[in-house]
């Protein structure tokens, strides 16, 4: 939450400053420009930082479906919660619990991951729930200490690492 909520839009920032003032130097773009400049930069960065999110998810599932064991895992519950937040928009996130064997050790473990949805998605997210019922059966990558449920959806940035 820190990388994405401050230290990539403070990034941009000055990204963005720094690029209106080489402009400046260069072709003599008026000085009012640099606030404006470092907007664009955070607006862009957040962007940027929203899509390298979405581009690790899809590597990293890539990776894990390419060099990973598939096992047949068993939903254990798919919970729906609304997450209020005071300082703005809040959200809505759905936890999925699984549980599968390891294919070679026969270990059983379980796992859980978390998918979030913005605020104006609660009727999306709420069906996303609803298609994992238990002891429905759910696709699992593993290799080594990662763990991936083989679905499209993307889970919460944390599990990404």
Not at 87 to 100: L, N, Q, S
Not at 116 to 135: I, T, Y
Request: glycine letters at 10%; charged letters at 20%; a positive charge.
């Amino acid at each position: 939450m820190l990388v994405g909520g401050v230290v990539v839009p403070l990034a941009g920032w000055c990204v963005g400053l720094v690029a209106v003032w080489f402009l400046h130097e260069r072709i003599r773009v008026d000085s009012a420009a640099l606030p404006l400049g470092g907007l664009v930069g955070m607006v862009l960065a957040i962007i940027g930082w929203r899509k390298l999110l979405h581009a690790i998810g899809r590597w990293r599932l890539a990776f894990l479906r390419r060099s990973g064991i598939a096992v047949a895992g068993a939903v254990i519950g798919a919970d729906y919660e609304y997450l209020y937040n005071p300082r703005g928009p809040g959200a809505h996130m759905v936890t999925i619990d699984v549980r599968f064997a390891h294919p070679v050790t026969g270990a059983v473990y379980w796992f859980s991951r978390r998918y979030r949805f913005p605020l104006n998605k609660e009727e999306q997210a709420r069906e996303f729930a609803k298609r994992f019922r238990p002891g429905d059966s759910i696709p699992v990558l593993m290799r080594r200490k990662a763990v991936a449920l083989d679905i499209a959806e993307r889970p919460y940035w944390a599990y990404l690492w």
